[in-house]
C-alpha cells in the first residue's frame, strides 16, 4: 500500500500495490503496521458495504459526534464514485475545506478519513458499491450531517445531482455559530 496524505491533514489516499500473475492479482488493503505508520491505532468495529443503482446518486455529508467520532477508510469495488470528505474539526487550519478523490473498482484507490471529518460520495456509474471500514459502531442518536450543497463548502460535484436521500436534503445549512466538533 502507498499512502499519500491529502491537503486535509490525516486524511489520506491509498493505492494498493497488486501482485499479479496469470490468474489475476492480489492485494493487501490492511495491515495494522503499516496503518500504525500513519498514527492508525484503532480497532475496525464495523465493515458496510453500500450498493447504488443510479449515476448521480449523492449520499452524504455524514458524520458521528463526539464522543462516538470515527475513522472511516472507504473502497470502491464496483463502478466509481467521487468521494468527498470535509474538515469539520474544531479549530483545525483547514476546518470547512473539502478534498475529493474518485474511487473506482479499476483504480483500486482507497481513501482514509480521521475522525472530525464529514463522508458522502456522489456515482460516477450505475451499480456503484463501496466497502466502509468503521472504528466506532454506528449510532442513529449521534449522527449528523451536512447538507451536499452547503454554501460554506461548496463542494464541486462531478454530476448532475439524479437522486439524494429525505434524510440527506434535511440536513441544514451551517451556521455562523457553527466551530465544528
Not at 493505492?15 to 480497532?43: M, S, V, Y
Not at 447504488?52 to 464522543?67: E, S, V, W
Amino acid at each position: 500500500m502507498i499512502f499519500k496524505e491529502t491537503i486535509l491533514k490525516g486524511s489520506f489516499v491509498i493505492d494498493l500495490t497488486p501482485f499479479q500473475d496469470e490468474r489475476g492479482w492480489f492485494a493487501r488493503t490492511f495491515c495494522k503496521d503499516e496503518f500504525a505508520k500513519i498514527g492508525h491505532t484503532k480497532e475496525w468495529v464495523q465493515m458496510n458495504h453500500s450498493f447504488t443503482k443510479q449515476q448521480g446518486t449523492i449520499r452524504g455529508m455524514h458524520y458521528q459526534l463526539p464522543p462516538f467520532s470515527e475513522i472511516k477508510m472507504v473502497r470502491c469495488i464496483a463502478g466509481a464514485v467521487f468521494d468527498v470528505i470535509v474538515d469539520i474539526r474544531k479549530d483545525s487550519p483547514t476546518f470547512l475545506q473539502w478534498f475529493g478523490v474518485e474511487l473506482s473498482a479499476t483504480n483500486k484507490k482507497m481513501i482514509y478519513i480521521p475522525e472530525g471529518f464529514a463522508h458522502g460520495f456522489q456515482t460516477l456509474t450505475d451499480d456503484a458499491e463501496l466497502i466502509y471500514h468503521h472504528s466506532e459502531f454506528y449510532k442513529s442518536n449521534v449522527e449528523s450531517g451536512i447538507k451536499y450543497d452547503e454554501p460554506k463548502v461548496n463542494i464541486d460535484w462531478k454530476l448532475v445531482l439524479t437522486n439524494i436521500s429525505d434524510r440527506d436534503k434535511q440536513h441544514n445549512f451551517l451556521t455562523e455559530e457553527f466551530e465544528g466538533i
